[in-house]
């Protein structure tokens, strides 16, 4: 993948995407479906002709754009008047510490593609977001990126984050999410780019949204 700005924006928005997957959980209990789609999609696509062929199009990831346009703006506000939502920056900055540890470890990182590989073949029996597939997303992510340390704690309603099929899926959002990182690593993205080309990545995310 050509590292590019255009390219970075991409990722950064679909890590923010499945983080904003992962808040409305927490938070209500429910996702966006559409949003939680494409969130799988980057997983269990064998599709990697493109970034946007990932998430089934760039259009799959308004609601990402618009995050990371939120959270990376000046004001301390959203245009509702709302503060920006500290818990979801901390998400995606340990998502990002999260792959990179994955990165340097070379077996664990075989693994959880191997593991990704089989969950594929029962896409022969299971559609993308059926709960059997969520479940075998979610026992991935515990039993390879989780275990590199250290654990993302995800705040919310207690009763929504103890439901069974509600953690599932909060963790498959952060499986995704680590797809999304590297996928940032891939376009060159680093600390400094994310510090440096802020204004960048924003007017980037306008023009998507614009064309989507």
């Known amino acids: 993948m050509e590292a590019n700005n255009r390219n970075r924006t991409l990722a950064l928005a679909a890590l923010f995407q499945c983080v ?19 969130c ?11 970034p946007e062929a990932l998430y089934g199009g760039a259009n799959k990831l308004r609601t990402g754009f618009r995050v990371l346009m939120y959270q990376l703006g000046a004001s301390t506000l959203n ?8 818990e979801a920056t901390r998400y995606a900055v340990n998502l990002l510490y ?11 990182f075989q693994s959880l593609l ?19 597939m969520i479940a075998r997303l979610a ?17 919310g309603d207690q009763n929504h984050l103890a439901n069974p099929e509600n953690a ?21 993205g680093s600390r400094w780019k994310l510090i440096f080309s802020r204004s960048a990545m924003q007017k ?3 023009q998507f949204l614009a064309r989507n």
Not at 98 to 108: C, G, I, R, V, Y
Not at 140 to 154: A, C, E, F, H, N
Not at 168 to 174: G, P, S, V
Request: glycine share 6%; hydrophobic share 40%; proline share 5%.
């Open 79 to 86: 245009p509702d008047g709302k503060p920006k939502d500290i």
């Open 40 to 50: 799988i999609n980057s997983i269990l696509t064998e599709d990697h002709s493109s």
């Open 20 to 38: 904003e997957g992962v808040t409305q959980i927490a938070a209500r209990g429910n996702v966006d479906s559409e949003l939680f789609e494409a």
């Open 114 to 132: 191997k593991n990704i590989e089989n969950a594929q073949q029962q896409l022969d029996f299971f559609a993308m977001t059926h709960p059997n």
């Open 98 to 108: 999260l792959e990179k540890k994955l990165a340097n470890d070379p077996d664990m």
């Open 139 to 155: 026992e991935i992510y515990t039993t390879t990126v989780s275990k590199l340390g250290p654990r993302i704690m995800i705040k």
């Open 168 to 188: 599932a899926k909060i963790r498959a959002l952060l499986l995704a999410g680590i797809r999304a990182a590297l996928l940032w690593r891939q376009a060159g």
């Open 204 to 206: 980037e995310a306008q």
